[in-house]
């Protein structure tokens, strides 16, 4: 088994949690009940939503920056980590995300293992 990492770009569902939370909350459950059918598996090893904002570090300079500040569907909004035989059941396994349904994107990523 290898470990996969899902990284969710995307999907806002356009759902305002403040003006319709009946609607919001079942949008949330929808990933709930994803998370739990992987987590039934044996498979979920964890995952989170990440906040919005952030720093951004970068070159040698090590110049920071407050961010990200991409394209919203290019934003990371969170990942899951995953055991699977293979990337083809790794994908498989992103195909029940919730996020497809508002047009959003889960990069599928392979986790190199490294002892340090």
């Given amino acids: 088994m290898s470990k996969y990492m899902f ?3 995307g999907g806002e569902p356009g759902i305002d949690p403040m003006s ?3 609607g919001f909350g079942a949008y949330m459950m929808t990933w ?6 992987l987590a039934k598996t044996g498979k979920y090893l964890g995952g989170d939503p990440l906040e919005p904002g952030g720093k951004t570090i970068s070159g040698k300079a090590m110049k920071m920056t407050d961010g990200p500040f991409m394209e ?3 934003v990371v909004g969170g990942y899951v980590i995953v055991e699977a035989a ?6 498989a396994m992103s195909k029940g995300c919730p996020i497809y349904t508002h047009d959003g994107v889960v990069e599928v990523r392979s986790i190199q293992h490294v002892d340090f």
């Fill in 72 to 74: 919203g569907k290019e």
């Fill in 86 to 91: 293979s990337l083809d059941e790794a994908v």
């Fill in 32 to 37: 709930k009940t994803w998370m739990q059918d």
């Fill in 7 to 9: 990284l969710f770009r």
């Fill in 20 to 22: 319709d939370p009946a």
